[in-house]
């Protein structure tokens, strides 16, 4: 059975969804079944609210700054279960730092803009870019929405409104040229790019 909670070098991860809207080709998820403390994230079953909430009571979150949503899946994809986590937790643990780390598609995904819903519950976002422009983004991050790259710049654009602690992110496999004309276009958002290590 997959972990709802994991911890990854000192931070606290949920893993709350396996469905995707992407299939990015240096995703972690087809590498290895798990990860940080996790010997398998994968769900035979996507977790219930009751599952996620047994999870959350039982873990110690002692020592953890943050809590984020981060899983092998978009936790946008389960927006309503995200959202009533982030709740939970907040009421919880006041004190911890809720980051959601996405592909950016949750308004596409969902239908409508998701940002005024997130901004009262997250601390933070982080968007994965990925690439520094839209056939690119297309090739590597093999998105099954249509109009993927405008939609994610859009969210991005949105979250930097409403959320403070909004960043970009690309990951160390791209070229010295192509993270530059991706810190250019996350410039353009109004927003900083972070480098990830590829791992």
């Known amino acids: 059975m997959a972990q709802i909670l994991y911890t990854y070098k000192d931070g606290v ?6 469905k995707c809207n992407c299939r990015c080709t240096f995703c972690i998820r087809f590498q290895h079944d ?3 403390d996790a010997p398998t994230l ?8 009751n599952q996620v909430k047994k ?12 809590l984020v949503f981060c899983g092998y899946g978009e936790p946008t994809c389960a927006l309503p279960l995200l959202e009533q986590t982030a709740r939970y937790v907040r009421r919880l643990h006041p004190r911890l730092n809720l980051r959601l780390n996405t592909n950016g598609l ?9 940002v005024p819903e997130l901004a009262g519950l997250l601390d933070s976002v982080s968007i994965s870019l990925n690439a520094p422009d839209e056939k690119e983004y297309n090739r590597v991050t093999k998105p099954t929405l ?3 790259y405008k939609a994610m710049l859009d969210f991005a ?4 409104k409403s959320i403070p602690d909004t960043r970009m ?3 160390d496999v791209l070229s010295p040229e192509d993270i530059e004309k991706s810190r250019k276009v996350a410039a353009s958002c109004g927003i900083k790019l972070r480098v990830r290590k590829f791992s």
């Open 42 to 49: 994968w769900h035979k079953v996507n977790p219930t609210w």
């Open 169 to 171: 992110t690309v990951v």
């Open 13 to 18: 991860y949920a893993n709350l969804t396996n």
């Open 34 to 36: 798990g990860i940080g």
């Open 146 to 148: 249509t109009g993927a």
């Open 157 to 160: 654009k949105a979250c930097k």
């Open 106 to 114: 949750g308004s596409l995904e969902n239908g409508r803009d998701i």
């Open 55 to 66: 999870a959350i009571d039982a873990f110690d979150f002692t020592g953890f700054q943050e």
